[in-house]
């Protein structure tokens, strides 16, 4: 045997009931999640493990027995997520595509959606004074400084509009939120 060989893993036994409602619990006790994440973790874990019951594995029931007893909510994770996403600046394109990502569903993300609406100005303002963009910038920007600045607050999630303001803003001019 070489003396730097690593250890090899011992198998693991395939999953059974007991073992797959307990990585579903040690998942939700670390995690705040969406329905979709804990499916698709216990789906990688079925993968990774194998499954010893005779049925398939009743993935969909345990998933919903998580969400009846309040380990997992959907409509809380998405305003949570765009909570967060909106004091780091991040637009309502950004918080719509997480939600998205994280397997939120319409009906579930249209409040947070909503919020992110509703907090958008302030939350591209956070942006562009976190990188320093238009009217926080240290000096006049450049052309090509402004056109950078816009396609980073494009990217963050901001409308056109929005970024186009602010990238053209001068320094210390904050303008005042469109009402429109």
Not at 4 to 10: C, D, F, G, L, W
Not at 71 to 94: E, I, K, P, W
Request: no cysteine.
């Amino acid at each position: 045997m070489a003396v730097n060989q690593p250890q090899r893993r011992k198998d693991r036994p395939p999953l059974d009931q007991a073992g797959l409602e307990q990585a579903a619990l040690g998942y939700v006790g670390r995690y705040a999640t969406s329905r979709a994440r804990l499916t698709a973790y216990l789906e990688r874990k079925l993968r990774d493990r194998g499954w010893a019951g005779e049925a398939a594995p009743p993935l969909e029931e345990l998933v919903e027995r998580m969400a009846a007893l309040g380990y997992v909510d959907d409509r809380a994770f998405a305003a949570a997520r765009a909570a967060s996403l909106a004091r780091r600046g991040y637009g309502v394109r950004r918080v719509a595509d997480a939600l998205r990502a994280a397997g939120i569903d319409e009906e579930d993300g249209a409040e947070a959606r909503e919020a992110a609406r509703r907090g958008a100005w302030a939350a591209a303002l956070r942006f562009a004074e976190r990188r320093r963009i238009g009217p926080f910038a240290r000096a006049e920007p450049s052309r090509e400084e402004r056109e950078k600045a816009f396609g980073a607050l494009l990217r963050a999630g901001h409308s056109p509009d929005v970024a186009r303001r602010l990238a053209q803003a001068s320094p210390g001019a904050v303008p005042e939120a469109d009402d429109g």
